[in-house]
């Protein structure tokens, strides 16, 4: 696996997990390959946050006040780009995965999942189906918010968006 200490969160970035690897504080899945950061999974989001001029944490207080997404709530960085994610579990825990559904093409049905991604990579979650579907919901019910209606039906359809 490679190193990049200085990745920026994208469209192609597919999820990101903590590292559990000396000197490393993330493992970030591409739709290009995995990498190491010392970077950690809230310093990735916050940067992404604030390149759309927003935080983590107005993102985080936004989830809660206006979508009563108390616990997990997930993370839309920029909707028409597709850039968002969904935790596993809480995101303060060391066990959480970040995830961008947009990329994921098909969920086994097993107790702890294994997603499958559109470059054919796989990845084993924590947590169950119910709960990967109920917060794929609860990232849906935001982005319906963010995106157009007439970009809506494209991008409910796990769609590439071509607007730029």
Same mark, same amino acid.
């Given at each position: 696996?490679?190193?990049?200490?200085?990745?920026? %969160?994208s469209?192609g970035t597919m999820a990101m997990?903590?590292a559990k690897?000396?000197?490393?504080?993330?493992?970030?899945h591409?739709v290009?390959?995995s990498?190491?950061?010392? &970077?950690t999974?809230?310093?990735?989001?916050?940067?992404?946050c604030l390149?759309q001029?927003?935080t983590?944490?107005a993102?985080k207080?936004?989830?809660?006040?206006k979508?009563?997404?108390r616990?997990k709530?997930?993370f @839309?960085?920029c909707? %028409?780009k597709?850039?968002?994610?969904?935790p596993?579990?809480?995101p303060?825990?060391?066990?959480?995965i970040w995830i961008?559904?947009r990329? =994921?093409?098909?969920?086994?049905?097993d107790?702890?999942?294994?997603?499958?991604?559109t470059?054919?990579?796989?990845?084993?979650i924590n947590?169950?189906i119910?709960?990967?579907?109920k !917060?794929?919901e609860r990232a !849906?019910? &935001?982005?319906?918010h963010? @995106?157009?209606?007439?970009i809506?039906? =494209?991008?409910?359809?796990?769609q590439?968006?071509?607007i730029?």
């Open positions: 696996m490679k190193v990049n200490n200085r990745y920026v %969160l469209e997990e903590y690897v000396m000197h490393y504080e993330s493992i970030i591409d290009n390959d990498y190491y950061s010392t &970077q999974n809230y310093s990735l989001i916050n940067e992404a390149k001029n927003t983590y944490e993102k207080e936004i989830s809660r006040v979508y009563k997404h616990v709530p997930p @839309i960085i909707a %028409l597709g850039i968002y994610f969904i596993t579990m809480s303060s825990s060391t066990d959480n961008n559904p990329h =994921v093409i098909s969920v086994s049905d107790l702890y999942p294994t997603l499958t991604f470059n054919g990579f796989t990845l084993k947590c169950s119910h709960t990967y579907k !917060q794929v !849906q019910v &935001q982005l319906y963010h @995106i157009p209606p007439v809506w039906k =494209v991008f409910s359809r796990n590439p968006i071509d730029f």
